[in-house]
T-cell receptor, first 114, second 114 residues
Framework: KQEVTQIPAALSVPEGENLVLNCSFTDSAIYNLQWFRQDPGKGLTSLLLIQSSQREQTSGRLNASLDKSSGRSTLYIAASQPGDSATYLCAVRTPYSSASKIIFGSGTRLSIRP | KAGVTQTPRYLIKTRGQQVTLSCSPISGHRSVSWYQQTPGQGLQFLFEYFSETQRNKGNFPGRFSGRQFSNSRSEMNVSTLELGDSALYLC?????????????FGNGTRLTVT
């Protein structure tokens, strides 16, 4: 059974720092992995999607990596800003052969201090 | 381009009643999926539709059901409501049948069961 874990649950850093958020999963058989951010009281915003055949994806100050063999993904945020404060979630799509589902981690609540 | 629209935004129901939530996807998107978010269980996948057919289903009891119409709009229904069904229900749409199309979320319907 696929499980997705995000540690730490909360993180506070000063503005301008580079930071890394972690996501781990127990079964390397995945179809893809997505990173989202969620602002309080809102839905999720898709940040990056990494297909199982890819190693990383980049968008602006964000870079996500995927290592299926070790069951890990990281989201790197460069030059953090107060507007980056949000909860960041990763989600794994399980492959067709197991009646595909999307399994979310519990999220990392990020706070950027001005 | 309008985003994913979920109605109503808030809903209060009594235990034992049933409820129907609505989701209008982004124009041109043909896949819709539903999720339940609670503080205790986090974000959990309910089901997913493409071209009016349910493609995948999460691990929820039969009281939770859904459907998709020919215009891609979707509804989910919860019958015989329980206190534990209180949650934020999120809908997401994606462009096509590819699991590698990013998910776009609505802001959710906050359901409170008393």
């Amino acid at each position: 059974k696929q499980e997705v874990t995000q540690i730490p649950a909360a993180l506070s850093v000063p503005e301008g720092e580079n930071l890394v958020l972690n996501c781990s999963f127990t079964d390397s058989a995945i179809y893809n992995l997505q990173w989202f951010r969620q602002d309080p009281g809102k839905g999720l915003t898709s940040l990056l999607l990494i297909q199982s055949s890819q190693r990383e994806q980049t968008s602006g100050r964000l870079n996500a990596s995927l290592d299926k063999s070790s069951g890990r993904s990281t989201l790197y945020i460069a030059a953090s800003q107060p507007g980056d404060s949000a909860t960041y979630l990763c989600a794994v799509r399980t492959p067709y052969s197991s009646a595909s589902k999307i399994i979310f981690g519990s999220g990392t609540r990020l706070s950027i201090r001005p | 381009k309008a985003g994913v629209t979920q109605t109503p935004r808030y809903l209060i129901k009594t235990r034992g009643q049933q409820v129907t939530l609505s989701c209008s996807p982004i124009s041109g998107h043909r896949s819709v999926s539903w999720y339940q978010q609670t503080p205790g269980q986090g974000l959990q996948f309910l089901f997913e539709y493409f071209s009016e057919t349910q493609r995948n289903k999460g691990n929820f009891p039969g009281r939770f059901s859904g459907r998709q119409f020919s215009n891609s709009r979707s509804e989910m229904n919860v019958s015989t409501l329980e206190l534990g069904d209180s949650a934020l229900y999120l809908c997401a749409s994606s462009l096509d049948s590819s699991y590698n199309s990013p998910l776009h979320f609505g802001n959710g319907t906050r359901l409170t069961v008393t």
